[in-house]
C-alpha cells in the first residue's frame, strides 16, 4: 500500500502550491469548501481538478458504483471495477493532496437531503447526468442554501467543437457551463474530450468564485 | 407583459408558471426558474400566479454529464 507520508511531507507540497499559485490565492483555497453532486465524467475530473488547486474541504457525493462503460470518461482505472465511485476517486485524490479534506458521502443526492450533505460549501458543482436531476439539484440548493454558488453542467455531448463550451452567468447565483444544446437523448454520444473541456470550465469558474472573481 | 429570459413576452393565457413552461414547450422538470430574483420549488410552478411586470428567468437543462 503507497503511502503518503513516506513519499512527501506536507510543508513541502504545501510549499509548492504557493510556488505555482501565488500565497494570496493559495491562502484562499486552501480555506474554501466545495461540494460535487455526482462523481461521473464531470465530476470526477471537477474533484481531480480542484484536489490539484488544494481546496481545503472537498465534499463528494455520488451513489454509483465504477462500470466498466464508465472508463471511457471518467476518472478511473481498471482496477477501480465495482468499487464505489466515492472510494475509488478519494483514493486517487489522496494521492494528489493527502492533506486535504476529503468528506464522502455514498449515498443518493434528493431534495430531501441536499441541503443537509452541501451546507457549508461555498460553491458545489452539479455533476450529474439527467437533465430532470440536474434541475432537482440546482432548485433544491439555490432555494435552500442562500449563501451558495452553484456550478452546473449543461450540454457537452457529441463531438462538437470544444469552442462551443462556455460558461455563462445564468443566475444569480448559478452559472452555467456546456453548449446548453448537445443532449445525450440526441443520440450522439458523451467523448471524454468534450466532457473533460465542460468539467475544467466548471472547476475554472469554482477557482475564480473562490479567489472573489464573479464575472464567468 | 413579462420578462421572460431578458425578452419581453405577451401575458395573455399564462396564469401560472407552469403555463408559461406549457406555452414555451419547456418540461417543468428539466427547468429552473427564478420568479423576481426568488427561486421556486417544481412543485409550485403550477400554483404561483404569474402578473404584469413579473420578470423570470428559466433556466433548462440537457442531459449528459
Known sequence: ?216 | MLQVNGEPLNRTGLNTVRDLLDQKGWKADQVAVELNGTILRREDFSTIRLSDGDKLEVVRFVGGG
Not at chain 1, 202 to 207: E, L, S
Open chain 1, 1 to 216: 500500500m503507497w503511502e503518503a507520508d513516506k513519499a512527501m511531507d506536507r510543508e513541502t507540497l504545501e510549499q509548492a502550491l504557493i510556488a505555482r499559485h501565488g500565497a494570496e490565492n493559495q491562502k484562499k483555497f486552501a480555506a474554501a469548501s466545495v461540494g460535487v453532486a455526482g462523481l461521473g465524467g464531470l465530476g470526477s475530473h471537477i474533484a481531480v481538478l480542484l484536489a490539484r488547486l488544494g481546496v481545503g474541504r472537498l465534499v463528494l457525493a455520488d451513489f454509483d458504483r465504477v462500470d466498466v462503460t464508465n472508463l471511457h470518461r471518467q476518472h478511473y482505472f481498471l482496477p477501480h471495477l465495482g468499487q464505489y465511485k466515492t472510494e475509488a476517486l478519494v483514493q486517487q485524490l489522496r494521492q494528489i493532496n493527502p492533506w486535504l479534506d476529503y468528506e464522502v458521502h455514498t449515498c443518493k443526492v434528493s431534495a430531501d437531503n441536499a441541503c443537509t450533505l452541501f451546507r457549508g460549501c461555498q460553491v458545489v458543482c452539479e455533476a450529474f447526468d439527467k437533465a430532470e436531476e440536474k434541475a432537482m439539484l440546482v432548485s433544491t440548493l439555490l432555494a435552500g442554501l442562500p449563501d451558495t454558488t452553484v456550478v452546473a453542467g449543461s450540454g457537452m455531448g457529441g463531438t462538437g467543437s470544444a469552442n462551443a463550451i462556455r460558461t455563462q452567468k445564468a443566475m444569480g447565483r448559478l452559472y452555467l457551463c456546456g453548449d446548453g444544446e448537445s443532449d445525450i437523448a440526441l443520440g450522439q454520444g458523451l467523448m471524454a474530450p468534450r466532457v473533460a473541456v465542460c468539467a475544467s470550465h466548471q472547476a475554472t469558474m469554482v477557482m475564480r468564485l473562490l479567489l472573489g472573481k464573479s464575472e464567468p
